[in-house]
């Protein structure tokens, strides 16, 4: 089946510094991918809507500026936490919208951020 | 806003019983539902859905009916397995195949022991 992939899986940065993480839809366009983040025992919570070729559309409480997401092209988006404090600290899971006929969604495995 | 409500788990079951796990929604309109799964490691895959009130969505012996009377998706499974230990979670659309994004649920721990 359609597998979007993450990367990295895992990463753990020091607090200032900047982390980049990508998604990727591997045997499928996707004009429009979702990034979400997912708190221990918690819902996973939407941050932004990604779309091809334009910016970004954030939810509301969700720092533009912090969270950069470029989707440059058809399987291609990119989250990066601009200047990263332990409070980012997360799992950061993205997902894609198969743009043929199904328009169904696949989710990447998820990427932990450990911010000291 | 749209909304999704399931039970709080973690849920721990012998092999071979009946498993529920309850869902209710909030929404306006008229929205899709979803049973996501999400096994150790993996990230989450489509268990099943429905579209519109009284579907059945079903696979893997799981099953769902869309109740509109009682705003439910009751996710369901007759004879559980151990390798059915994950955690589920429900989740809405307001419209399919668009760019609507899902709200979930906060997700549900199954464990199902031998």
């Known amino acids: 089946g359609a597998v979007v992939s993450q990367h990295p899986s895992w990463v753990i940065c020091k607090s200032g510094t900047s982390v980049k993480i990508e998604c990727r839809s591997l045997d499928f366009q996707a004009t429009t991918m979702f990034w979400y983040r997912q708190f221990p025992k918690q819902s996973l919570m939407l941050m932004a809507t990604s779309n091809e070729g334009s910016k970004a559309t954030y939810e509301q409480g969700v720092e533009k500026d912090k969270f950069l997401i470029n989707h440059a092209s058809l399987t291609l988006s990119t989250l990066t936490v601009t200047s990263a404090h332990p409070e980012d600290s997360s799992f950061y899971i993205c997902?894609?919208?198969?743009?043929?006929?199904?328009?169904?969604?696949?989710f990447g495995e998820g990427s932990r951020l450990t911010v000291l | 806003g749209d909304s999704v409500t399931q039970m709080e788990g973690p849920v721990t079951l012998s092999e071979e019983a009946f498993l529920t796990i309850n869902c209710t929604y909030t929404?306006?309109?008229?929205?899709?539902l979803f049973w996501y799964v999400q096994y150790p490691g993996e990230g989450l895959q489509l268990l099943l859905k429905?579209?519109?009130?009284?579907d059945k969505g079903s696979n893997k012996g799981f099953e769902a009916t869309y109740r509109k009377e009682t705003t439910s998706f009751h996710l369901e499974k007759g004879s559980v397995q151990v390798s059915d230990s994950a955690v589920y979670f429900c989740?809405?659309?307001?419209?399919?195949?668009?760019?609507?994004?899902?709200?979930f649920g906060k997700g549900t721990s199954l464990l199902v022991t031998p």
């Open positions: 997902s894609a919208r198969d743009s043929g006929n199904t328009g169904e969604l696949f």
């Open positions: 429905a579209t519109k009130a009284d």
């Open positions: 929404a306006t309109g008229y929205p899709s």
């Open positions: 989740a809405l659309s307001p419209v399919t195949n668009s760019g609507y994004a899902l709200n």
